[in-house]
């Protein structure tokens, strides 16, 4: 049972390089999200699907793309890396609709330098 | 703007009393609120939850206390036992989304 899966764990980026999170779940769940966090601010949505296809923007969106092509992945895309991107990242998954568990990755620490 | 907050950064109690986490909140529009815990280099995992039509929601140690008037949650563990040494985060979400609104979380340190 592997519930959602972020890989990498750790990487180091340049400024101006891009890179993709994959974040993939296996529970069949239809809403998937990507936050950031960050020391002395909690958790902060990036962007969400409610659906293969289907996705949108949260709070803090700029610098990051996303594309939901199947129900089970939600890869998360820096375009190009920038210091203020240094944080720890978490995908999360859950059935749609208020009220069901939303189950979050063991996280991806991502350091641009 | 900081629509959910956690104004005690850290808090620590003996093993065996009460731990009391507080959370604010500025959107009235959030009708849904939860608390996950994070122990390091883990993700949060989901603890308890209440919606706002309810004022307190009890599962085992831990119970919940929303105060809409005063735009006020509060978790409650009792007792406190070492292993709930971790991070609390408190959460909400409106309007019948999803999305959460975290606040800035609480270091919980339980003492033997």
């Known amino acids: 049972n592997a519930g959602v899966t972020q890989t990498p764990k750790f990487q180091v980026l340049k400024t101006g390089q891009s890179m993709t999170l994959q974040c993939a779940q296996d529970?069949?769940?239809?809403?998937m999200s990507w936050y950031r966090q960050d020391p002395g601010m909690g958790l902060r949505l990036i962007h969400y699907s409610v659906g293969a296809g289907i996705t949108d923007q949260g709070e803090v969106p700029n610098g990051y793309n996303v594309s939901r092509s199947t129900t089970e992945d939600f890869p998360l895309r820096l375009l190009s890396a920038a210091p203020s991107q240094t944080s720890v990242y978490f995908c999360?998954?859950?059935?749609f609709g208020v009220g069901n568990t939303i189950y979050f990755g063991e996280g991806s620490w991502l350091t641009v330098v | 703007d900081q629509q959910v907050k956690q104004n005690s950064p850290s808090l620590s109690v003996q093993e065996g009393r009460i731990s009391i986490l507080n959370c604010d909140y500025t959107?009235?529009?959030?009708?849904?609120f939860l608390w996950y815990k994070k122990y390091p280099a883990e993700g949060p995992t989901f603890l308890i939850s209440i919606s706002s039509i309810k004022d307190k929601n009890e599962d085992g140690r831990f119970t919940v206390f929303l105060n809409k008037s005063a735009k006020h949650l509060s978790l409650h563990i009792v007792p406190s036992q070492p292993g709930d040494s971790a991070v609390y985060f408190c959460a909400a979400s409106g309007q019948g989304a999803q999305k959460l609104v975290f606040g800035q979380g609480t270091r919980l340190t339980i003492n033997p």
């Open positions: 999360a998954s859950s059935y």
């Open positions: 959107n009235s529009m959030f009708d849904y």
């Open positions: 529970m069949n769940h239809e809403y």
